[in-house]
């Protein structure tokens, strides 16, 4: 269940727009303290709950994505101690699954998200 503070930030969140809010709205009705646009190359969010931490890279675009943006994340995760999540935002982004798979291995949790 949500509480009312969590609506009031998915409200705002999704207000702002951006395919990166709509994600972190998701977070944030999850349970997740959830911050946008961190300072960070690579990462898009990073979310906490309950003492473990993500480092979340959203892509969206209608295009094949090659294993550079495993890396990316992997890099930026790496650095603060985040495990990496790599979220692929409704039907555009196009990723091999060999590449998926060698994601997995080193440890990304590759997840797609089918519009809101």
Do not use: C
């Not at 295009?63 to 495990?83: C, D, F, M, P, T």
């Amino acid at each position: 269940m949500t509480t009312a503070k969590n609506r009031l930030i998915t409200n705002i969140l999704l207000r702002k727009g951006g395919v990166v809010n709509k994600v972190a709205s998701r977070y944030v009705m999850a349970g997740f303290q959830v911050r946008v646009n961190p300072e960070i190359p690579g990462l898009d969010l990073i979310a906490t709950k309950s003492g473990e931490a993500y480092g979340v890279r959203v892509i969206w675009e209608k295009k094949r994505y090659e294993g550079q943006v495993i890396e990316e994340l992997l890099n930026a995760s790496k650095k603060l101690g985040l495990k990496p999540i790599l979220i692929l935002y409704g039907s555009g982004p196009h990723i091999d699954k060999d590449i998926i798979e060698e994601a997995s291995r080193k440890g990304v949790l590759v997840k797609r998200i089918r519009g809101v």
